[in-house]
């Protein structure tokens, strides 16, 4: 079992910064590749980003790519999201995920997960 806990959500205006962590328990960091979502009321969740177990490989969402950047420290067991230049339509509960996996291809469908965090609020104000 995985547990994740994440925190560094909150209010921000539009044009402002945030950044996620993700803290991982239960299982070596190292070798899961981790995930964040985000689902807004009344959507789906969709992907965000991804970083593989070594930290090499990333992918983004367009809708985020170029302002958002994912990362990890295998050594305090985290993952973090960092937000820049965020929107209105940020607007989410984000989630991070969490698999096992030594591969090197980028996951970014839900159902490549098998654990998940409870989510933090991120509101961007106009």
């Known amino acids: 079992q995985v547990q994740l806990v994440e925190s560094g959500g909150g209010l921000v205006q539009a044009g402002g910064s945030l950044r996620l962590s993700c803290a991982a328990s239960g299982r070596t960091f190292s070798s899961l590749a981790m995930g964040w979502f985000r689902q807004a009321p009344g959507k789906e969740r969709e992907f965000v980003a991804t970083v593989s177990w070594s930290g090499i490989i990333t992918f983004y969402a367009d809708s985020v790519k170029g302002r958002f950047t994912i990362s990890r420290d295998n050594a305090k067991n985290t993952v973090y999201l960092q937000m820049n230049a965020l929107k209105p339509e940020d607007t989410a509960v984000y989630y991070c995920?969490?698999?096992?996996?030594?591969?090197?291809?980028?996951?970014?469908?839900?159902?490549?997960?098998?654990?998940w965090g409870q989510g933090t609020q991120v509101t961007v104000s106009s």
């Open positions: 995920a969490a698999v096992s996996s030594r591969g090197g291809s980028a996951k970014t469908h839900l159902n490549e997960y098998d654990y």
